[in-house]
């Protein structure tokens, strides 16, 4: 399972994100986990589709603007590509191969 700890230096480290942008990424994905506390879930997979609009309804709930909400809820999203990445044993998994098609030689 991944934790933000993990988060925050994947986005350190592999993503090169500056220290500012790191920050902001955190401080927008902290709400959520204080959610997940208050409702007493345990694990990120109780996040279906009615818990998020829940989680966004209650930040709208305790003072936060349409468009805190929706980076919030952007944050929220990274953060879940990564988990998904990483798959069940916190290791990442190869997913998404496409073909490579070269570009055609002029």
């Known amino acids: 399972r991944a934790t933000v700890h993990e988060y925050d ?3 350190r480290v592999e993503r ?5 942008t790191v920050r902001n990424y955190l401080t927008d994905i902290a709400p959520f986990f204080e959610f997940l506390k ?14 998020l609009r829940a989680y966004l309804a209650w ?4 003072g936060y603007v349409r468009a805190s909400v929706a ?3 952007s ?4 953060f ?9 044993a916190g290791k990442p998994v190869a997913t998404g191969y496409r073909n490579v098609v070269p570009d055609p030689v002029r």
């Open 80 to 88: 879940y590509r990564y988990v998904r990445h990483l798959g069940p």
């Open 59 to 62: 930040l709208i709930e305790i």
């Open 71 to 73: 980076r919030k809820l």
């Open 75 to 78: 944050a929220l999203r990274a």
């Open 38 to 51: 208050e409702r007493k879930a345990t694990d990120l997979s109780r996040a279906d589709r009615h818990f």
């Open 9 to 11: 230096a994947h986005l």
């Open 16 to 20: 090169q994100f500056a220290p500012l």
